[in-house]
């Protein structure tokens, strides 16, 4: 029996696509095709892919003319899909001619004429619509979401509003989008969606107005300072049917997804301790003293956290150890005891530096992802006996907003209130950390 083996998005399929699909059975007798997943896709800088990949999966699997349907998640995999699957021939649509040769040592490699005229591109341009975004705040996280947005399909930065007396003449001019300082004017605008990143301080309030007004949210961290204001906010959110989304963008990240999915498998053994550290000189960067007074916890502790709940999950006890400084803390260690025995420490300073990495220890092996680790691109799997360590590297463009603008705009888009990769239950937990230190530092 001669085995075949392709790979593609197939997002939207079309004929374009079952014409090349049956071009490649037609090279053998068995035909397996590996569906690229959404992390996969987005490291590889397709960010405006229109369905989900257990659609698109789907899809492919209901041909009856493919023999096999397998998930494609790193850019490693074709060799040890060819050597797993003991591969004949590997076909690709001869657009990639060239591309694929290095596979030659491993088994036939093909490239198929593609049906012209037809495309997946051109079927998302017909089929999809933009989301008119407005930013509220103007500073030097509004300046990087514009930029950022530029590579989003669907993404349309149409204006910005602020009320500060004082505003960044030099961010307004870079951001270029006409300026509102009337609230409900900006609110009454063709905007459908907001980025908030204002002061903290304001952050609960800006978001109930916006949700409100009719308004999908995504928001700078932290969302509330205060006990039960995200619960509201999210109650809420679902009331208008609008989505309230954290602005974290290392849950977005494809390698930080392909992490979790290699973690899940539990390679390393039971996980018994998660160290994670993010520092930031506020100061040196040229933040304004007003920003910097909100302290390493406000600003950081979310980042850390969320790699040790997305892996331990609730915690039984916490602990605080920080430093302070002109009353507010320079630095801050949360320490957590978790049900199933896993011990979670998150380090954050803004008055301090460290190496920025990570450790996942576990009973039979170890993680480590280099500093800075929530701009994850790559991460090793190490254990006793060197021979089986093993490692991941993803591409990463720009500082990582694109992922997360791309999952924003994709849940308006398929009309979906939350996110896989940052759920509800996530964004409630990360705020506990901060609430729960706000409370004892009263």
Same mark, same amino acid.
């Given at each position: 029996?001669?085995?075949?083996?392709?790979?593609?998005?197939?997002?939207?399929?079309?004929?374009?696509?079952?014409?090349?699909?049956?071009?490649?059975?037609?090279?053998?007798?068995?035909?397996?095709?590996?569906i690229?997943?959404?992390?996969?896709?987005?490291?590889?800088?397709?960010?405006?892919?229109?369905?989900?990949?257990?659609?698109?999966?789907?899809?492919?699997?209901?041909l009856?003319?493919?023999?096999?349907?397998?998930?494609?998640?790193?850019?490693?995999?074709?060799?040890?899909?060819?050597?797993?699957?003991?591969?004949?021939?590997f076909?690709?649509?001869?657009?990639?001619?060239?591309?694929?040769?290095?596979?030659?040592?491993?088994?036939?490699?093909?490239?198929?004429?593609?049906?012209?005229?037809?495309?997946?591109?051109?079927?998302?341009?017909?089929?999809?619509?933009?989301?008119?975004?407005?930013?509220?705040?103007?500073?030097?996280?509004?300046?990087?979401?514009?930029?950022?947005?530029?590579?989003v399909?669907?993404a349309?930065?149409?204006?910005?509003?602020?009320?500060?007396?004082?505003?960044?003449?030099?961010?307004?001019?870079?951001?270029?989008?006409?300026?509102?300082?009337?609230?409900?004017?900006?609110?009454?605008?063709?905007?459908?969606?907001?980025?908030?990143?204002?002061d903290?301080?304001?952050?609960?309030?800006?978001?109930?107005?916006?949700?409100?007004?009719?308004?999908?949210?995504?928001?700078?961290?932290?969302?509330?300072l205060?006990?039960?204001?995200?619960?509201?906010?999210?109650?809420?959110?679902?009331?208008?049917?609008?989505?309230l989304?954290?602005?974290?963008?290392t849950?977005?990240?494809?390698?930080?997804?392909?992490?979790?999915?290699?973690?899940?498998n539990n390679?390393i053994?039971?996980?018994?301790?998660?160290?994670?550290?993010?520092?930031?000189?506020?100061?040196?960067?040229?933040s304004?003293q007003?920003?910097?007074?909100?302290g390493?916890?406000?600003?950081?502790?979310?980042?850390?956290?969320?790699?040790?709940?997305?892996?331990?999950?609730?915690?039984?006890?916490?602990?605080?150890?920080?430093?302070?400084?002109?009353?507010?803390?320079?630095?801050?260690?949360?320490?957590?005891?978790?049900?199933?025995?896993?011990?979670g420490?998150?380090?954050?300073?803004?008055?301090?530096?460290?190496?920025?990495?990570?450790?996942?220890?576990?009973?039979?092996?170890?993680?480590?992802?280099?500093?800075?680790?929530?701009?994850?691109?790559?991460?090793?799997?190490?254990?006793?006996?060197?021979?089986?360590?093993?490692?991941? &590297?993803? +591409?990463?463009?720009?500082?990582?907003?694109?992922? /997360? =603008? @791309?999952?924003?705009?994709?849940? %308006? $888009?398929?009309? &979906?209130? +939350?996110?896989?990769?940052?759920?509800?239950?996530? /964004? =409630? @937990?990360?705020?506990?950390?901060? %609430? $729960?230190?706000?409370?004892?530092?009263?």
């Amino acid at each position: 029996m001669t085995k075949v083996i392709t790979y593609g998005t197939y997002d939207m399929l079309h004929i374009g696509h079952i014409n090349i699909l049956v071009r490649a059975k037609a090279q053998g007798d068995y035909l397996i095709v590996g569906i690229t997943s959404e992390d996969y896709d987005r490291s590889r800088g397709k960010l405006n892919v229109s369905q989900s990949q257990q659609e698109r999966f789907d899809a492919v699997k209901a041909l009856d003319f493919v023999d096999e349907v397998i998930f494609e998640t790193h850019k490693n995999q074709k060799i040890d899909d060819i050597i797993k699957y003991d591969i004949d021939k590997f076909v690709i649509g001869d657009d990639w001619v060239g591309k694929f040769d290095y596979l030659k040592q491993y088994t036939q490699v093909i490239y198929l004429p593609r049906t012209k005229g037809i495309s997946s591109t051109q079927l998302r341009q017909q089929n999809s619509h933009n989301i008119n975004l407005g930013i509220i705040g103007v500073n030097y996280d509004a300046i990087r979401f514009s930029k950022e947005a530029q590579f989003v399909s669907g993404a349309n930065i149409t204006s910005i509003y602020s009320d500060a007396p004082n505003i960044e003449q030099k961010s307004l001019k870079t951001i270029a989008k006409p300026l509102f300082t009337d609230l409900n004017q900006f609110l009454n605008s063709n905007i459908q969606a907001v980025y908030i990143c204002e002061d903290i301080n304001k952050h609960y309030d800006l978001i109930k107005i916006c949700l409100l007004s009719g308004k999908h949210v995504l928001c700078e961290n932290p969302l509330v300072l205060q006990e039960n204001q995200l619960e509201e906010l999210l109650q809420l959110s679902k009331q208008q049917n609008k989505i309230l989304l954290s602005a974290i963008k290392t849950a977005f990240a494809p390698a930080f997804n392909k992490l979790l999915e290699e973690l899940s498998n539990n390679p390393i053994g039971d996980i018994k301790e998660i160290r994670t550290t993010f520092t930031s000189l506020y100061a040196q960067k040229g933040s304004s003293q007003q920003y910097i007074k909100n302290g390493a916890t406000n600003l950081l502790m979310d980042y850390p956290y969320l790699l040790i709940h997305k892996l331990a999950h609730k915690y039984n006890t916490l602990q605080f150890i920080d430093q302070k400084e002109n009353n507010y803390d320079i630095s801050n260690r949360a320490i957590t005891t978790h049900p199933n025995g896993i011990i979670g420490i998150a380090t954050v300073g803004i008055g301090i530096k460290s190496n920025s990495d990570a450790v996942i220890s576990g009973t039979k092996g170890f993680v480590y992802i280099p500093a800075p680790w929530w701009l994850t691109k790559e991460f090793y799997f190490r254990f006793e006996d060197p021979n089986k360590e093993y490692s991941f &590297e993803y +591409e990463f463009a720009g500082d990582g907003l694109r992922y /997360m =603008i @791309s999952e924003f705009i994709s849940l %308006i $888009q398929r009309d &979906e209130l +939350e996110s896989s990769r940052l759920t509800h239950e996530d /964004m =409630i @937990s990360l705020s506990k950390i901060i %609430i $729960q230190y706000n409370k004892e530092n009263k």
